[in-house]
């Protein structure tokens, strides 16, 4: 049984820094996965993707250059380190995976069959 689980979120500041990691158990996963996120009242979100050999990254130009994703394939896990936090960062991070792609990263969250169940991330003004 595939099993994500998100963790570091929290609150900080406006211009201020978190780290996300996601834990991946019940596979060795050399896939994309990717990081969404919900604010409340909109659809999820795409943030950011990476390759299954972690070479290439992939970012949605509202957190292009504050935010870096990255994965570890021996520990099986995946983190997102976020710099400049603002106001609109605000939302529930979910961690995904792609069982069937190792380089296209898709953006669509339908694309990604597995998914944690999200961590809180709040920026106050």
């Known amino acids: 049984q595939v099993r994500l689980v998100e963790s570091g979120g929290g609150l900080v500041q406006a211009g201020g820094s978190l780290s996300l990691s996601c834990a991946a158990s019940g596979l060795h996963n050399t896939t994309v996965m990717g990081w969404f996120r919900q604010a409340p009242g909109k659809q999820r979100e795409f943030v950011a993707a990476i390759t299954g050999n972690g070479i290439t990254t992939n970012y949605a130009d509202s957190v292009k250059g504050r935010f870096a994703i990255s994965r570890d394939n021996i520990k099986n896990t995946m983190s997102l380190k976020m710099n400049s936090l603002k106001p609109e960062d605000t939302a529930v991070y979910y961690c995904?995976?792609?069982?069937?792609?190792?380089?296209?990263?898709?953006?669509?969250?339908?694309?990604?069959?597995?998914w944690g169940r999200g961590t809180q991330v709040t920026v106050s003004s």
């Open positions: 995904a995976l792609d069982a069937r792609r190792q380089i296209i990263m898709s953006h669509m969250s339908r694309e990604y069959e597995y």
